[in-house]
């Protein structure tokens, strides 16, 4: 079908006999130049030269459309993925979204945990100390009592039964120290009775030894101390237990001053647990957390194209319609 007027003519070709595509030819005449407006419409389409437009209009083909799908498709997933970093506050949600900085994170963040842990732990460290040393701080008032009873029972203006009554006093106080040595417990694990043995709290993340501090239970029973048969009903029994206790107050204190050094230095532990955990903590965040401002910048701009996408699409949809409007004319 050819349309002719003053200056151009346009054709429209039927290609295909089942109307997949319509060949649509404007051709711009030259001046001077005059077409026969009764040609057969069965003739060939023009040849094109210098001065030829030659568009074809296609059906079941939409090449606009399918540039403007993707666009539109590449915009909503960018968008999408600006929504799910916003609303989890991560800007790696998966492994596709930064493989090598998923690697990176997920080591950081077992590493920060585990420090977590080391620094519970060494609070339980300092508990379990704690309660040692204030159990053995009442053994240190019980020697002190034992004492002052062997050096009255050691003055001579004493007589038998006055001794006696003070040596009943001593034994139930020496008793007291294994009773206290048995019960005191912490988690059920017993601090000052029976042999001493080493305890080991995992301040550190690894399994060298500077990852282990270890701290001295046991041992403090009146046995231990080297008062168990110490007794004061007679002058000579009485300046003898006196020795002995000054023993047991120095054996104590050795335990006590273990305990001390131990609180003091998972202190120290826990303050150094912290600075690491703090520090990494934030290289963490910096590599997993999503840049809020970035983000929020990124998703005005998606929203834009998203919407252009559409309104694009929109447009590009309507091309065909225009084959439909050349078969009604």
């Not at 048995?182 to 043995?197: D, E, K, P, Q």
Request: glycine share 8%.
């Amino acid at each position: 079908m050819k349309i002719g007027g003053r200056g151009f003519s346009l054709s429209f070709v039927l290609k295909e006999p089942r109307l997949h595509s319509f060949l649509v030819c404007v051709r711009a005449d030259k001046p001077g130049s005059r077409k026969a407006a009764n040609k057969s419409p069965t003739q060939h389409p023009p040849k094109t030269h210098h001065g030829d437009i030659t568009m074809a209009l296609y059906i079941r083909t939409n090449v606009a459309s399918l540039e403007a799908q993707r666009q539109l498709g590449k915009a909503s997933m960018d968008q999408a993925t600006t929504f799910q970093r916003l609303s989890s506050g991560f800007r790696i949600n998966s492994s596709a979204d930064d493989a090598a900085g998923l690697g990176i994170t997920e080591s950081m963040n077992a590493q920060i945990r585990s420090y977590s842990v080391a620094e519970r732990n060494s609070m339980d460290g300092i508990s379990m100390a704690e309660t040692a040393d204030g159990a053995a701080g009442q053994l240190h008032d019980i020697l002190a009592r034992l004492r002052e009873l062997a050096v009255q029972s050691a003055n001579g203006s004493l007589q038998a039964s006055d001794r006696a009554n003070v040596n009943t006093e001593f034994t139930n106080m020496r008793t007291e120290i294994d009773r206290i040595a048995s019960v005191t417990t912490f988690n059920g694990v017993n601090l000052l009775g029976g042999a001493a043995t080493t305890v080991n709290f995992q301040v550190g993340i690894n399994v060298s030894a500077n990852d282990v501090v270890g701290v001295q239970f046991g041992g403090v029973t009146a046995t231990g101390l080297g008062v168990g048969t110490s007794a004061v009903d007679t002058v000579a029994n009485s300046q003898a237990s006196i020795t002995a206790i000054d023993a047991a107050i120095a054996t104590l204190t050795t335990a006590r001053e273990g305990f001390g050094s131990a609180i003091n230095r998972m202190q120290v532990t826990i303050a150094n647990v912290q600075t690491m955990r703090t520090n990494l903590t934030a290289a963490h965040g910096r590599m997993k957390d999503v840049d809020v401002a970035e983000e929020s910048a990124k998703m005005a701009r998606f929203q834009v194209l998203t919407q252009a996408g559409a309104a694009v699409l929109g447009q590009a949809n309507q091309a065909p319609q225009l084959a439909l409007k050349l078969l009604q004319g």
